[in-house]
């Protein structure tokens, strides 16, 4: 009994597999197609389900595929998730894309756009009337960053003159949002923020101080086994969102109210992540 017991076992798992490859191998059309996005983690993930789950059932309705949320704690699991297959798509930071690129050489999909175009700038935000006018007049304050996975943030900083070892002191927040709330409270001197972000949190008092150059944008990277007709329609569904229509409007802004749209970028276009992250590589 004990063995076929085991055999049954074993038959149901063999079958389990089975369909959850075919899953993939179904017609893109049918329903029976799953898609799991991931993305970094731009907030706790209470907040990313929130952003993420209109941009996914608008995903779902434009392709018939079955689309989920799964949220990651962290760049690097993020990074993990996508390669393990444990996710299929994900939204990625240029060094998150980079790293999984390098590693389980993902494909990228789409960029997001800000005003047409798929660039982006960090910068160093203070909070206003702090008498703090330049980078070089945080040094010996405090200072706070996101992710410590996060080598960009690092290396933009460096690009304007200001080394870690150069603060006070300084920590890692994991999101912007908390960044520049911190800031905002008085319990860092300056931060390190995404130009979008400074921006949502002008009105409340965060002045910026310092910018990189045009970054890359974020990325929709998809894991290298996807079918080649799943990818297509999840591209064309991701480029035909914009803001022509109110539907679309709120699709965006619950994502990132900076966002007007998607275009396709290739691999090439985060060159330049590469070679500013490679002094902090180890």
Do not use: C
Request: net charge positive; aromatic share 8%.
């Amino acid at each position: 009994m004990k063995m076929k017991r085991a055999l049954q076992s074993l038959l149901a798992a063999l079958l389990t597999g089975v369909s959850s490859a075919s899953a993939w191998a179904a017609a893109p059309n049918t329903p029976a197609a799953g898609v799991t996005m991931g993305s970094v983690a731009m907030d706790i993930p209470v907040e990313m389900i929130k952003r993420m789950s209109a941009l996914t059932n608008h995903l779902a309705l434009a392709t018939n595929l079955n689309i989920r949320f799964r949220p990651s704690p962290n760049l690097g699991s993020a990074v993990d998730d996508l390669g393990a297959g444990q996710t299929q798509i994900a939204y990625l930071t240029p060094v998150a894309y980079v790293n999984a690129r390098k590693k389980y050489g993902v494909i990228p999909l789409v960029a997001p756009t800000v005003e047409g175009r798929p660039y982006f700038s960090l910068v160093i935000g203070v909070k206003a009337g702090s008498g703090i006018n330049s980078p070089a007049e945080l040094k010996g304050k405090r200072f706070a960053f996101g992710d410590e996975k996060a080598l960009l943030q690092r290396a933009a900083v460096e690009s304007m003159g200001l080394r870690s070892s150069a603060f006070s002191s300084f920590a890692y927040l994991k999101h912007y949002d908390n960044i520049a709330k911190a800031v905002l409270a008085g319990d860092f001197d300056g931060g390190i923020l995404k130009d979008s972000i400074a921006d949502e949190f002008k009105s409340r008092g965060i002045a910026v101080i310092g910018s990189t150059a045009s970054l890359p944008s974020y990325v929709f990277a998809v894991h290298p086994g996807m079918p080649v007709a799943v990818r297509n329609q999840l591209r064309d569904a991701l480029l035909a969102l914009n803001k022509s229509t109110p539907e679309q409007t709120a699709t965006l802004e619950a994502f990132d109210k900076s966002y007007d749209g998607f275009v396709v970028v290739d691999d090439s276009a985060y060159d330049t992540v590469r070679a500013l992250i490679q002094p902090f590589q180890k």
